[in-house]
């Protein structure tokens, strides 16, 4: 029974005067260097964000000149990832590509995380008609095929250049991230805190923005990390159709539409781009997933707390016995949950 | 229950009208079919074009809402309108909705029940071996977009008929031209060639709802009820299926209405590699010619089908979850 009270972790509060033991940015940082996901993910990001913005330097070719000299070349000490068929460095071209790649990517997460947050605070907050219009309007939106809407309109947005299909790929990202907030702030809103800041008088935009956003800050750090990732397959997808990126502008999606039909003769105008693009997603999705433990023990992620049930539980079950009083004191070992 | 549905059904309606006047308005001042046929050789009088469009209903000097009164009064007639070659848009429409169901059902499908049982099954086995492969593959997965999974396979097939002097695996159409033999043989012919979109658009299904699966099962494992139905003599497989697996479905079955766009617009990209003649092939075709009928119709199929699969979530739902009915 003691392992109980040992397994709550929880730092105090600190009493006034004297210094902090642990801060939560330590704590969270803590825990998130312990899980080797998330650090490899972390790792991966900062490579490639160094490769997308420091390669374009270390090599002499640039994206658009072509090289007639080499045509249709596999990789070689000149051109590292080889070239294409009218002599473009793949390499330079590549590492463009991500770079814009990188940036929609982030863009994107930005603004929709932004919009869903608004949104999802004010339905869950005023609650009553302005919540039924706005999650009629998520539905809507969630009904719609998003990808249809996208490829109809982008044609028309060909002349204002990629920043018009980031505003357009975040107008379609946002519904489930703000159907989720607004949940979180419906249950936020009847706590005390909340009441107390109402009763003081304080106006309904000023407790979203102090009192709502922060506490669903953790749900949306993760959230907008793993919405780069999507951006970015999103990006990619409507780039290979034709609907986003349009050449001479290349991103990773114009690439892989380039290389697509050379694949099987010359892989490398292909499996480079790919293999970026396949990193970058699942180094951000690695993150998002230790960011999610991180900042939050309790979500159902990679608690630690089951690997000794479980152990247990197996042991009970191999020796077929029935509910002891040995298997119950080890399963009673099970930290209690510190939801409130 | 049956009021419960009822008033789901009647959401999903007012949801489903709206949606698709919102479609029908953005279809028709996005597009422009007028500069489809300014484009024709010979060039046809401005005349000729003026009429053209009006009997397609497709006049962009006709009020917007003008427009889709006409071709919401022909849609009750089960008329969906004219595409811009004139020709009838249920014709090109009752071709290719079963080529692309086949796909779009057997691939979502796959995805779930595979998908909720890897879950499941991972959750159970956690930190083992079996577990840790499959966290890795599917975050491999969740990170490659269905379109590179689909060129992958492609480029796999091309391989292996590079590499064995013949087709192994078919990787372009839905069925074989001029394949003679009995119903056996097409059938296996059908089965063959929907082997790789398939798993093109099942994989991704499938990672993503392993990973939803398995942490919810593992919030479900360590609940009190679990032990509870173990305590009062449940074999450990009894309690996990009966009350746990039931609990943690519940979930999934409203990220499954919802998920179904996404399986969609894989099936586009899919449909498109693959070479099937299907709504996804006939979208990218139909906004290329600026046909705004038949880009209306495409999204009436999407919005049905993303209601539909939402009712059956619900009806799954309250099935399963009692509370709900009430």
């Known amino acids: 029974m003691t392992v109980v009270t040992a397994g709550s972790t929880t730092p105090a509060p600190a009493p006034a005067g004297r210094p902090r033991a642990t801060g939560r940015g330590r704590l969270v940082l803590a825990r998130l260097l312990a899980a080797r996901g998330a650090v490899v993910g972390a790792v991966l990001i900062l490579l490639l964000f160094a490769l997308a913005f420091g390669g374009p330097y270390l090599t002499p070719w640039d994206y658009a000149t072509p090289d007639f000299t080499a045509l249709h070349q596999p990789p070689s000490a000149a051109h590292w990832f080889g070239t294409n068929g009218v002599g473009q460095d793949v390499f330079a071209q590549t590492v463009r590509g991500l770079q814009k790649s990188l940036i929609i990517g982030l863009l994107v997460a930005l603004f929709s995380t932004v919009l869903a947050s608004l949104v999802g605070a004010c339905a869950g907050y005023f609650g009553g008609w302005a919540d039924r219009a706005l999650m009629f309007l998520v539905d809507l939106m969630l009904v719609f095929p998003s990808f249809l809407i996208i490829t109809v309109v982008s044609p028309r947005l060909r002349s204002s250049g990629w920043i018009a299909f980031v505003l357009l790929l975040a107008l379609f990202n946002w519904m489930i991230t703000a159907r989720v907030v607004r949940s979180m702030t419906i249950s936020l809103r009847e706590r005390e805190f909340v009441r107390a800041a109402r009763f003081m008088g304080v106006r309904p935009l000023r407790i979203i923005s102090r009192h709502i956003l922060p506490n669903v800050a953790s749900f949306l750090i993760v959230d907008a990390t793993i919405a780069v990732g999507g951006a970015v397959m999103s990006e990619t997808a409507l780039s290979y159709f034709g609907f986003g990126v349009r050449p001479p502008d290349v991103s990773l999606g114009t690439l892989l539409a380039a290389g697509t039909s050379e694949a099987p003769v010359f892989p490398w105008m292909f499996y480079f781009a790919a293999a970026l693009l396949v990193l970058f997603v699942l180094a951000v999705n690695l993150i998002g997933d230790g960011l999610r433990d991180a900042l939050d023990p309790t979500a159902g992620g990679a608690p630690r707390r089951f690997r000794r049930f479980r152990r247990s539980g197996s042991a009970t079950r191999s020796s077929r016995s029935t509910p002891s009083s040995s298997s119950h004191s080890s399963r009673s070992s099970r930290p209690q949950r510190r939801r409130p | ?319 399963l979850d009692p509370r709900v009915r009430s």
Not at chain 2, 36 to 42: N, V
Not at chain 2, 55 to 74: C, S, Y
Not at chain 2, 211 to 219: T, V
């Open chain 2, 1 to 319: 229950m049956l009021r419960y549905l009822a008033k789901r059904l009647s959401y999903y309606a007012a949801l489903l009208i709206a949606a698709v006047f919102l479609a029908y308005a953005i279809s028709a001042g996005a597009l422009q079919p007028r500069t489809y046929f300014d484009a024709k050789l010979p060039r046809p009088s401005a005349e000729s074009v003026e009429r053209q469009l009006t009997a397609l209903n497709l006049n962009d000097h006709t009020p917007v809402v003008e427009r889709f009164g006409h071709w919401a009064g022909g849609l009750l007639h089960g008329d969906l309108g004219r595409t811009i070659h004139d020709t009838p848009v249920t014709d090109d429409f009752g071709r290719r909705v079963w080529v692309s169901l086949r796909l779009l059902l057997l691939g979502s499908l796959l995805g779930t029940v595979l998908g909720v049982v890897a879950g499941a099954w991972s959750a159970v086995r956690q930190y083992r071996l079996s577990d840790r492969l499959l966290t890795v593959a599917s975050f491999v997965l969740l990170s490659t977009p269905v379109f590179l999974v689909a060129l992958f396979l492609k480029n796999g097939a091309i391989a292996a008929k590079d590499a064995a002097g013949h087709e192994v695996i078919p990787f372009t159409g839905y069925e074989t031209p001029g394949l003679t033999g009995g119903i056996g043989a097409h059938l296996a012919d059908w089965a063959l060639h929907l082997l790789l979109p398939t798993i093109s658009l099942a994989l991704g299904g499938l990672a993503t709802y392993s990973r939803y699966q398995r942490g919810i099962m593992l919030d479900v494992l360590g609940s009190d009820y679990l032990r509870t139905a173990e305590a009062k003599g449940l074999t450990r497989r009894r309690a996990l299926l009966k009350h746990g697996l039931r609990t943690a479905v519940i979930p999934m079955s409203t990220m499954f209405a919802y998920s179904f766009l996404g399986i969609f617009t894989g099936a586009i990209f899919t449909e498109t590699i693959f070479g099937w003649h299907g709504m996804g092939e006939w979208l990218i075709q139909s906004i290329n010619e600026q046909d705004v009928n038949s880009v209306v119709a495409i999204n009436l199929f999407t919005a049905v089908v993303v209601l539909a699969s939402g009712f059956l979530a619900d009806t799954l739902h309250a099935a």
